[in-house]
C-alpha cells in the first residue's frame, strides 16, 4: 500500500509542466521511492528471519521475548521506521518534500501535504503500539532529534513531539493536532485554488499580494485560516497546540515545550509575512473569476471550524471514542 500511494503520486507529480526542473523532481523522487522501497523490504525480511513471522502479535512476542537484543530484529525495526519518518517527510528526510510542493501544481501539492500524512502516521501509530512496543525505548531518544529538527517545517514536527511517549494522552493529541490541521491547510489551498491568473496556479508566495483589495472574501477565509494555524485564540488551531502542550507538560518534558514555543514564534513570522502580502502590499496579478465551488467549500470548512469552536465535545470526545475503536 505505501509502494502504491508513492507511486500514485509520481503520477500526479507527472502532471506538473514539462520542464527541466520537474523532470528532475520526478526522478529524484521516483529514485528515492524505489530506495527506501528496498529498505522496507529490506526491513520486513530482516524482521522475519528474527522473529519467524511477520504477523504482528506473533513479531510482538518475539522481540519481547528477546528482550531487544537481537541486532537483527532492532535493524528490521529501524529501516521499516526510517521509511514511514521519510514518508511523513521528518528531518533529515524531509527533502524529497520540498522539492516535490515546489515544482507540483497546486492541486497535487495539496494532495501530497493533506491526505496520505494520515495513512503514514496512522500506520507509525499502530506499528509502534501494537508491534514494535517491546523495542521502542531504544528509538525513543533518535525520534525525539528528529522532532526537533522538524518543528521548524511546521506540523509533522509537533506531531511527533507530542507523541514521544505513546502514551495514551498523547496519541490522543497528536491525532487532535492533525485534524485541526488537515481542516485548516485544506481552506489555505482552497483559498489559493481560487486564485488563477490566465488560467495559471501561482508560483509564488509574493504574488497574493494586495489580495484584500481584489479578492476580499479570499483573502479574509484564508488570513482566518492562517490565523488558526498559528495557533491563536479563539481559532482551532489553538485547541491542536494546547492539547500537544499540555501534554507535554503533563508528562514534564519541559525541554520539548521550551523548543515547541520558540518554533511557534518562527513559524508566527511566516504566516504573519503572507498576511502583510495580502493587506499592505499592492497588487500585483489581475486575478481570474473565482469559481463558485471555491466558496461553497470555503464556508463550509469555516462552518466545520465554527461548530468545532463552538462545540468542542465533538472534536475532543467523539474523536477519541472513534481512535480507541480503530487502535
Not at 512476542?61 to 514518508?87: D, W
Not at 517527510?89 to 493533506?114: M, Q
Not at 508566527?268 to 466558496?295: C, E, H, Q, W
Amino acid at each position: 500500500a505505501w509502494l502504491l500511494i508513492s507511486l500514485f503520486n509520481f503520477c500526479l507529480l507527472r502532471l506538473s509542466p514539462e520542464t527541466e526542473e520537474t523532470g528532475a523532481v520526478c526522478r529524484n523522487y521516483l529514485l528515492s521511492v524505489l530506495f527506501f522501497g528496498l529498505l522496507f523490504g529490506a526491513g520486513c525480511v530482516l524482521l522475519w528471519q528474527a522473529c519467524g513471522s511477520l504477523d504482528y502479535g506473533n513479531v510482538q512476542l518475539a522481540l519481547h521475548q528477546q528482550s531487544g537484543k537481537n541486532a537483527e530484529a532492532l535493524a528490521g525495526v529501524g529501516l521499516i521506521m526510517a521509511v514511514l519518518l521519510f514518508s511523513l517527510a521528518l528531518a533529515p528526510f524531509h527533502f524529497w518534500y520540498l522539492d516535490v510542493v515546489k515544482a507540483a501544481i497546486l492541486p497535487v501539492s495539496g494532495w501530497i501535504t493533506l491526505i496520505p500524512i494520515f495513512g503514514y502516521f496512522a500506520s507509525l501509530v499502530d506499528l509502534t503500539v501494537n508491534v514494535f512496543w517491546p523495542v521502542y525505548p531504544q528509538f525513543q531518544q533518535a525520534l525525539i532529534i528528529f522532532a526537533l529538527l522538524s518543528l521548524l517545517l511546521g506540523a509533522v514536527g509537533f506531531l511527533l513531539i507530542s507523541l514521544i511517549s505513546f502514551s495514551a494522552n498523547s496519541v490522543f493529541s497528536s491525532f487532535v493536532y492533525l485534524l485541526v490541521y488537515v481542516l485548516a491547510m485544506s481552506g489555505v489551498y482552497t483559498a489559493f485554488l481560487g486564485l488563477k491568473s490566465k488560467g495559471i496556479y501561482l508560483d509564488e508566495l509574493k504574488e497574493i499580494s494586495g489580495l484584500s483589495k481584489v479578492k476580499p472574501y479570499i483573502a479574509a477565509a484564508c488570513l482566518l485560516f492562517m490565523v488558526s494555524l498559528i495557533g491563536s485564540p479563539p481559532m482551532l488551531g489553538f485547541l491542536g497546540k494546547l492539547s500537544v502542550i499540555n501534554n507535554l507538560v503533563l508528562e514534564q518534558n519541559y525541554i520539548l515545550v521550551a523548543a515547541v514555543l520558540v518554533s511557534l514564534i518562527l513559524i508566527a513570522n511566516g504566516y504573519l509575512r503572507m498576511a502583510k502580502f495580502m493587506y499592505f502590499d499592492s497588487p500585483v496579478n489581475n486575478f481570474d473569476r473565482t469559481d463558485r465551488g471555491i466558496y461553497v467549500f470555503l464556508f463550509v470548512n469555516l462552518l466545520v471550524v465554527v461548530v468545532s469552536l463552538l462545540h468542542p465535545r465533538l472534536l475532543m470526545n467523539d474523536f477519541e471514542k472513534m481512535l480507541i475503536t480503530v487502535f
